[in-house]
């Protein structure tokens, strides 16, 4: 009876150590398909993208863990400029270093460029793309039982106690109900898990709270361990991206300068420059400022284009703040200089 039961025990142990399945590193090429993919598909602005994310990084293809994703998913939340994007942009780099962080940047917002410039063209030429809303608004029920999945999964893995959860309810109460800033909030829940950790240290310590890397069919493993992966901090390296940002920044803005028959051009680069600093938020906080600018400011286009624009933004994959291209397309469009309109359009 004793050596039936060890017997059993033995069987269960090898059955549970075939089905913690480990996770092999995708190829660069995966990556690329995976990416160019997802360029396509992200619609529902950055909610809808984080959740499909999730779904097909974390749960199906098992290349990062919830842990890390949540991790890195919080650092972008507090970061200017579209954190669904930056959460592409982290994995990408996390799985392929900065080739992988540049291919998956560049190809989550590629597709929606050509999307909305085609778009864009059609409704200046022939002034009507309310077709466009009609044809993509079958997506939306699909969009939001994504999102409504994903919300319900990462809340299982996220919020592992009691006081976890009362913090999501005041957030979303927040939120809500009382209109508080995004950042403010983010920042808010971070001071209170500080000193939550200092003063009632147990039920805030991460650490304990924290799985163990295992997903409900396997284990993740790829690039957990920052002495074997390249995730460990590198000061040099971080001067080496700043100097490379500064020189593709400054050289198109110098080419626009010095040749541009009308300052147009120009002030858009430096513009858009200062508002991609100050998107903290997301699209939705920074989008009046851009549209003020656009509209009273510069006058580029007039406010009912303006609406037009992010009802195109909308309906085309990529991150919200792709309105911005719409905006410049017009500016283009309007005061072309020595370019044909299409020309400005094209430069804009």
């Known amino acids: 009876m004793h050596g039936s039961l060890h017997h059993q025990e033995n069987d269960s142990q090898s059955s549970s150590e075939k089905d913690a399945i480990y996770t092999p590193h995708p190829t660069f090429r995966q990556a690329l398909r995976f990416w160019l993919k997802l360029g396509f598909i992200s619609f529902g602005g950055p909610t809808g993208q984080i959740a499909i994310m999730q779904q097909e990084l974390v749960e199906r293809r098992k290349w990062v863990s919830i842990e890390r994703f949540l991790n890195a998913l919080n650092y972008c939340m507090l970061l200017p400029g579209p954190e669904a994007q930056q959460l592409a942009i982290y994995i990408g780099w996390l799985l ?149 940002f500064m020189l593709l920044w400054a050289a198109p803005m110098a080419i626009l300068y010095a040749l541009s028959s009308v300052p147009v051009f120009f002030t858009e680069g430096l513009f858009f420059t200062k508002a991609a600093f100050l998107t903290f938020g997301g699209a939705y906080a920074v989008l009046a400022y851009i549209a003020q600018a656009g509209v009273e400011q510069y006058a580029w286009l007039t406010g009912s284009q303006m609406m037009d624009g992010l009802g195109l933004a909308e309906t085309t994959p990529g991150p919200l703040i792709m309105v911005v291209q719409f905006i410049g397309f017009m500016a283009g469009w309007n005061y072309p200089g020595a370019l044909s309109p299409l020309g400005g359009a094209r430069l804009g």
């Open 96 to 244: 392929h270093k900065i080739p992988g962080g540049v291919m998956a940047g560049a190809f989550f917002v590629i597709p929606s460029m050509f999307v909305l410039f085609a778009l864009s063209y059609i409704y200046v030429a022939y002034g009507e793309v309310s077709w466009v809303a009609s044809i993509f608004s079958g997506l939306k029920p699909a969009v939001m039982a994504i999102v409504a999945a994903a919300v319900i999964k990462i809340g299982k893995k996220a919020l592992k106690n009691r006081v976890m959860i009362a913090i999501a309810a005041l957030s979303f109460v927040a939120i809500f109900f009382f209109k508080i800033p995004f950042p403010v909030i983010v920042i808010g829940a971070g001071v209170v898990g500080f000193a939550g950790n200092l003063l009632w240290p147990d039920p805030f310590d991460v650490v304990k709270a924290k799985g163990d890397g295992h997903t409900e069919t396997g284990v993740v493993q790829i690039c957990e361990d920052p002495l074997l992966c390249h995730i460990n901090p590198s000061a040099r390296r971080d001067m080496v991206i700043v100097i490379v």
